[in-house]
């Protein structure tokens, strides 16, 4: 069965102060890592994928990067505004149609 | 616009009173998920549908159903909810493949 696990499960930031979070996994054959932000109250939002080890992504202050065991999500100089809880999710084989989701991370951002 | 939605967004229901929450995707997407989200535990699968009229169960089926009589809509159905039923649930659609996941709103459900 496809696990993952995302830690710390909430971070406090101050504003600027970088930091990273972790995102494990363990699957027979990764096929895509995804990550997600999700604001209180609605809908998670698509940030990044990921498809094989080595691979980086980066958007605005976030860099996502994947190894074959887990994947790091990267905060550079954070502002008020990247408060939200981050989702890593994985994709896998055999069962291509299912996405399996860690418990998320919840980032405070404090100005 | 491209779009999930979901109705209704908030509901307060009794237990063993069935409802259905309904989805409609307006991208033609082949995939689409329901999931529940409770705190600590993420996002669970609870069914999904690779196409009209195929749908398989996901982690946690068990006090649901659903149907794709068509593609754009993938309606949850509760036949006889009960209190641990209350959770989030969220929508989901996308293209075969290995990409992304366009979410709905959310639909927030108390059962007492």
């Known amino acids: 069965e496809d696990q993952v696990t995302q830690s710390p499960e909430a971070l406090r930031l101050q504003e600027g102060e970088s930091s990273s979070l972790n995102c494990s996994y363990t699957v027979s054959g990764l096929r895509g890592l995804f990550w997600y932000r999700q604001d209180p109250g609605k809908g998670p939002e698509f940030l990044f994928t990921l498809y094989s080890a080595g691979e980086e992504k980066e958007k605005e202050r976030l860099k996502a990067t994947l190894t074959k065991k887990e994947s790091f999500l990267h905060i550079t100089a954070p502002k008020p505004e990247d408060s939200a809880t981050y989702l890593c999710?994985?994709?896998?084989?055999?069962?291509?149609?299912?996405?399996?989701f860690g418990a998320g991370t919840t980032v405070t951002v404090r100005a | 616009e491209a779009q999930v939605t979901q109705n209704p967004r908030y509901l307060i229901t009794v237990t063993g009173k069935k409802l259905t929450v309904t989805c409609s995707q307006n991208m033609n997407h082949e995939y689409m998920s329901w999931y529940r989200q409770d705190p600590g535990l993420g996002l669970r699968q609870i069914y999904y549908?690779?196409?009209?009229?195929?749908?398989d169960k996901g982690d946690v089926p068990e006090g649901y159903k659903v149907s794709r009589k068509e593609k754009r809509n993938f309606p949850l159905i509760l036949e006889s909810p009960s209190p641990n039923q209350t959770s989030l649930y969220f929508c989901?659609?996308?293209?075969?493949?290995?990409?992304?996941?366009?979410f709905g709103p959310g639909t927030r459900l108390t059962v007492t």
């Open positions: 999710a994985v994709q896998a084989t055999p069962n291509d149609y299912k996405l399996s």
């Open positions: 989901a659609s996308r293209p075969p493949g290995v990409v992304k996941q366009y």
């Open positions: 549908s690779m196409n009209v009229e195929v749908t």
